[in-house]
């Protein structure tokens, strides 16, 4: 399986995160792009599984395969350059800004958000017939999800915000163990079997995946969801995005950075 020591891939996360702000305009445009739209098949997929089957848990266990797909690819979620990039500025890589941080995670929320949608409009084409016809039983289980994920939190105030934020933290804390993972070992076996577990569990869990809403929600309004763009942006996409960043940065990033790489002296024994 070819295990690698952590002091080994939190070096390659501090490589990657690097080699990503180098990245052309275009290459992040595209792989986020693709990233964006292999993710929304595949929560469309998970909720198709769970509906028909009556099984949440068989569509959770199901679901990783999108993410497995669009790491295999070399692809990039948000999600992942949260916790990626700043390591690359914290370790004062040659080049590596504040302002080109900021220029990375812009254009990848660009390519998911664009992506996602796309693959909303295809889904929800499809299942009218051209929006022709009644969605059917994934349509209306869509729409409630997001109206429940919306205005539902709403109807909570600043505790149903706070709710959302922290939802997003303890999913970008199991996707960036599930991106993390994946440097363990250089067998595509063994990269599926890491990044599988911790994204089962955020997807079961109900946690917030900013680039997964990107898709829901849209599909959601275009399915009769009865919220506004305002509704989703204020009462889910901001708040997850920001539990994203601090869950995916202070729980994965940060923690493996400090005691893998900036390491303290060992204490000697007297």
Not at 17 to 31: A, L
Not at 47 to 59: C, D, E, F, N
Not at 82 to 102: E, I, Y
Not at 262 to 270: D, M, Q, W
Request: charged fraction near 10%; proline fraction near 4%.
């Amino acid at each position: 399986m070819a295990y690698i020591e952590p002091s080994e891939f939190v070096t390659k996360m501090v490589d990657s995160g690097e080699q990503k702000v180098y990245m052309s305009t275009k290459d992040t445009v595209i792989r986020a792009f693709m990233a964006g739209a292999i993710l929304g098949l595949a929560a469309i997929f998970a909720i198709t599984v769970a509906t028909k089957t009556g099984s949440p848990i068989l569509g959770a266990c199901l679901f990783p395969v999108g993410f497995i797909m669009l790491y295999l690819m070399k692809f990039d979620l948000l999600t992942g350059v949260f916790t990626l990039v700043p390591l690359a500025l914290l370790d004062k890589r040659p080049g590596v800004t504040f302002g080109s941080v900021m220029r990375n995670w812009g254009l990848v929320f660009i390519g998911n958000f664009g992506g996602a949608m796309t693959t909303a409009f295809f889904m929800s084409f499809i299942l009218t017939y051209g929006y022709s016809a009644d969605g059917g039983a994934i349509a209306a289980k869509v729409a409630h999800i997001g109206e429940s994920r919306t205005v539902g939190y709403q109807e909570h105030g600043i505790g149903g915000w706070l709710t959302i934020f922290i939802r997003g933290m303890l999913c970008n804390w199991m996707v960036s163990m599930g991106v993390v993972g994946a440097m363990i070992s250089t067998s595509a076996g063994a990269k599926m079997a890491a990044m599988w577990m911790p994204v089962m569990l955020f997807f079961f869990m109900g946690f917030e995946h900013s680039i997964v809403n990107m898709f829901l929600f849209p599909f959601s309004m275009i399915m009769g969801g009865d919220f506004t763009v305002y509704d989703y942006l204020l009462w889910n996409e901001i708040p997850t995005v920001l539990g994203n960043l601090a869950g995916g940065l202070l729980l994965v990033g940060l923690p493996l950075y400090f005691t893998h790489v900036r390491t303290s002296p060992e204490r000697k024994l007297s």
